[in-house]
């Protein structure tokens, strides 16, 4: 299907030199609206070896501001990208509101390599494609503008472009196995490319297929695409976005005033059991990472009710070697530049590990939804947001285990006053608790919407009851333990 | 992919029953809330042969105020209905704001069908991918919610449930050879079917699957997911739509200030060509009848451009079995209900007619527009909505002509004149007509935006230079007659 889509036909040279001119000096001027309208754009080149994205990609950027982009050859992954999510080292690349990233090259390289390769199995393919769509669909979404080419060239015409790559000294180590694979196996890499366009070509981040037989015509293609997508793109910017329906299967959950708070363990059983959760954790923690599983463990819960002391005993059954702990505060200005999820994209653990979050992705639809640090828009479209990601998560193999810590009005008090009253745990105690405390009813509100919301089959919600601290430690272990315990069974 | 998604398991009976009669009467409230926000809302019900679907949709409606939904079964087209592009029968049948539209078998049926029978080529079934994933987005775009459904049943309990119906004499009847071909060729059509639903399975209008074994069950699940879905789209009801990036590639037009219009043509010339002209349109009319090619021409201009006289020379030349001319006035109450290509997809023309609109579709982007009868949001959206409606009638294979008749202002101005002066042309000038003309200059911005994204490959605007009126019907003609003997060549 894509294959029709090729735009126009090459106008003479006189005719092409003119709009070429025009076009750069148009697309100079985009970037200064860019930044001033603080647009966050990603241009992906993909296609043929030898189709000359490179060379393109190096006449546009002559025109643009180099303090404003910025372009990645996407070669094969790294070690430590290959024990990361398949999308973990492109969503980290992706740029900061007002700046372009190029992309010489992107997932679709990686993924139909693989596919054809046979490394990226069919059942697997399938749910990379979805992966991306989501992924592209999600980045549209939070204000960014993807625009994804696809240079085409023709079989004989590429045998050509590499024998003379080759032939010549200073370029022959440009041609790698890969290319020569590709004309090789042209008509099969073709069929392969034709199916993943049509499969990732959505209305919010269509493909545009580059006839790219001439150099100047190619680029002329690009860099007026390229100025058009973006003025559609100021004209959309701020613009709400529809929410979607949800997809993922949710496990129906309680209100928090269902949950009854008078659970109670014993001193000397708790010091027993506690023991004995925290031996079998460390044991389990050897095994993961033997078997390059990833854990992701998440704390939310009301201040004061125990989830620093409850992440401590959890954290002490564990190898240092093989475990961190990240604290979630406001966001700093890099990272409020760009999606939201960045930041936890960039903090996932190494397969193997554990990665403990002190606060987390829901941030979202708790303190930034009732303190408006996001629109309305914003946070309604989180729920689904974040079952993603976290679909991610699962996709890749991670154990997920959510916890949300619970006490009641009361309890809190009485801790807040305790520690007010006591020197040494002032620290602990801010204006801001005070503050939220007072909010205590719009937090129950959100906190249920998002317990109802995001309870997905793959990522439940645990409650930790919390009244009694003891109680709900043992509680936490034993979740993690089971969550591994049943992931190792599969 | 889609396989993955059964929604969670089946409860126990009384949970079950508890919960199924709460969805029912949350639906019934639903039905109501529709109703007051005038959403339209379409239900589709697929799956398997006897997996359940009419049994599942007679309960729900049960349920429901009978004045305010409408079911439909869709079994094969009609004569009438393979006249015309395949989405015909569907847009037809699209619900009015406020009421639910329920379709027993949809597109997806009787394009898998086709493509399983052989009878719909793969280039063909691609190709109507497409067009379903265009159609499903406008409406979704157009404030419609889409709700799909899959009923799913394994090739076992389908063969034992079409054995018993056979049996029984009251019901032998509703078993139909194609059901029993699915049965037989269960996997072949499952992989069909899995591939549809894959391709077209869309955030703006995801499939659910319905585990169809228990016939409670399976109304639970769609009673469910239905509120569910209404309650999403009421939320959304009202937001902007984002912008699409163009896809289609377009042909460069003159902007209506660089047009000369001192054609003239002398009398007796007009008259001989007029005559030689018509003559040969009469026999390709006969030819297009013949070949079933269905002749599409959109009139657009300045009021007393010359449209009427232009319309009557071309018609002249036609047989009046053939074609019909619409005359585009402001929309009836029921038609405004509904999508605003609505009026036009129910007037296309069956295949070897011509169809002559006398305004057209492209009132959205202009009368709409300036006088703000559709928002802002609408009509920047109908700019691709309008390409892609296009490229239906050019899939189709339609021969598609588009005319912009142009005048200058002092040329209008004489004809107001000369109309207001001659009794009996005076009920052709209206108070209307001298309003527009004090909106030339935002008319011209308009019209100028409207042909430069509008002139498609496939759908170009002709531009007929109507100072002297003699020399715009000559051009009409000569360009009718021209698309009708390229497409005619193919």
């Given at each position: ?22 076009a ?10 860019i ?61 900061e ?33 979805e ?17 994804k080419f ?38 099969r ?33 690009v860099?007026?695409?390229l ?12 613009r ?17 005033s ?8 014993e ?21 993961i ?22 992440i ?64 309305e ?34 309890t809190?008090?009485?801790r ?8 040494e ?8 608790d ?18 109802q ?35 190792l069974?599969?």
């Amino acid at each position: 299907m894509i294959k029709e889509w090729v735009k126009g036909k090459k106008p003479d040279d006189e005719v092409l030199a003119a709009r070429l001119e025009k076009a750069r000096y148009e697309l100079a001027k985009r970037q200064q609206m860019i930044k001033e309208k603080k647009l966050p754009v990603l241009v992906v080149l993909d296609g043929w070896g030898a189709a000359g994205k490179g060379s393109v990609l190096g006449r546009i950027i002559k025109n643009l501001d180099p303090r404003f982009f910025k372009t990645f050859t996407l070669t094969k992954a790294s070690e430590e990208e290959k024990r990361r999510p398949f999308l973990y080292r492109y969503f980290n690349k992706i740029p900061e509101a007002g700046k372009i990233v190029f992309f010489d090259g992107s997932w679709m390289d990686e993924v139909t390599r693989g596919y054809l390769k046979g490394t990226v199995k069919p059942k697997e393919y399938e749910k990379r494609l979805e992966s991306i769509k989501r992924f592209e669909r999600q980045l549209n979404d939070n204000g960014y503008l993807v625009v994804k080419f696809f240079f085409q060239i023709g079989q004989e015409e590429q045998r050509l472009r590499l024998k003379r790559l080759k032939e010549d000294k200073n370029t022959g180590w440009r041609v790698d196995k890969w290319d020569e694979w590709q004309n090789r196996h042209y008509d099969r890499c073709m069929e392969v490319y034709d199916k993943y366009l049509d499969a990732t070509n959505q209305f919010i981040a269509p493909w545009y297929f580059v006839d790219s037989k001439n150099r100047k015509w190619a680029e002329l293609q690009v860099t007026e695409l390229l100025v058009q997508s973006i003025d559609i793109a100021l004209k959309n910017a701020g613009r709400s976005v529809p929410i979607l329906q949800n997809t993922f299967p949710l496990v129906k959950m309680p209100l928090l005033s269902e949950i009854s708070l008078d659970q109670k363990v014993e001193d000397a059983k708790y010091r027993q059991e506690l023991d004995r959760l925290q031996k079998r954790l460390s044991e389990l923690h050897n095994e993961i990472y033997h078997k390059k599983i990833p854990v992701i463990i998440a704390y939310e819960g009301w201040d004061a009710a125990g989830k620093g002391g409850n992440i401590k005993r959890l954290a002490a059954a564990l190898d240092p070697r093989g475990y961190e702990v990240h604290p979630i505060a406001s966001p700093e200005p890099h990272e409020k530049s760009r999606h939201y999820l960045w930041r936890f994209w960039t903090r996932l653990p190494k397969k193997g590990h554990i990665a403990i979050f002190d606060r987390t992705w829901y941030g979202r639809v708790m303190v930034e939804r009732l303190e408006g640090f996001c629109s309305e828009n914003d946070w309604q479209r989180a729920y689904t947001e974040i079952n993603e990601f976290e679909k991610e998560l699962d996709d890749w193999g991670a154990v997920i285990v959510k916890f949300w810590v619970q006490i009641d009005q009361d309890t809190q008090l009485e801790r807040f006053t305790d520690r007010q009253n006591t020197p040494e745990k002032q620290w602990k105690i801010t204006d801001e608790d005070w503050r939220n405390r007072e909010k205590w009813d719009q937090y129950e509100v959100a906190v249920n919407e998002m317990i109802q919301k995001t309870s997905t089959e793959f990522a439940p919600w645990h409650i930790l009851e919390s009244n009694d601290k003891h109680y709900a430690r043992l509680k936490a272990l034993e979740t993690v333990i089971a969550a591994i315990e049943q992931r190792l069974k599969k």
